[in-house]
Nanobody
Framework: QVRLVESGGGIVQAGGSLRLSCAPS????????MGWYRQAPGKQRELVAT??????KYADSVKGRFTISRDNAKNTVALQMNGLKPEDTAVYYC?????????WGQGTQVTVSS
């Protein structure tokens, strides 16, 4: 069974930085796409950033502030978050997709205080 495990969440003041990491545990499979999503209280889960091969995609709200990176050999993905804003407060979820399956982590809380 494949599990994704996130780390790196926490509480930070506005303007600060955090780095989220995600690594697989259990069975190791090669992920086609990896990415980060977030869900704020009372809102739907939304895409933050994804990476496929060398191509990246970002939500407009995080462009220029967040950077996604991936280690293909280890099947890990990271999200460097700079210039954090209170509206970035959410539970952040790691996602990995193969051609046939979709995997999610348990989520890590990011709280940005003003």
């Amino acid at each position: 069974q494949v599990r994704l495990v996130e780390s790196g969440g926490g509480i930070v003041q506005a303007g600060g930085s955090l780095r989220l990491s995600c690594a697989p545990s259990g069975s190791i499979v090669s992920m086609r796409d990896m990415g980060w999503y977030r869900q704020a209280p009372g809102k739907q889960r939304e895409l933050v950033a994804t990476i496929t091969g060398g191509s990246t995609k970002y939500a407009d709200s995080v462009k220029g502030r967040f950077t996604i990176s991936r280690d293909n050999a280890k099947n890990t993905v990271a999200l460097q978050m700079n210039g954090l804003k209170p509206e970035d407060t959410a539970v952040y979820y790691c996602n990995g997709k193969t051609w046939t399956s979709d995997y999610w982590g348990q989520g890590t809380q990011v709280t940005v205080s003003s």
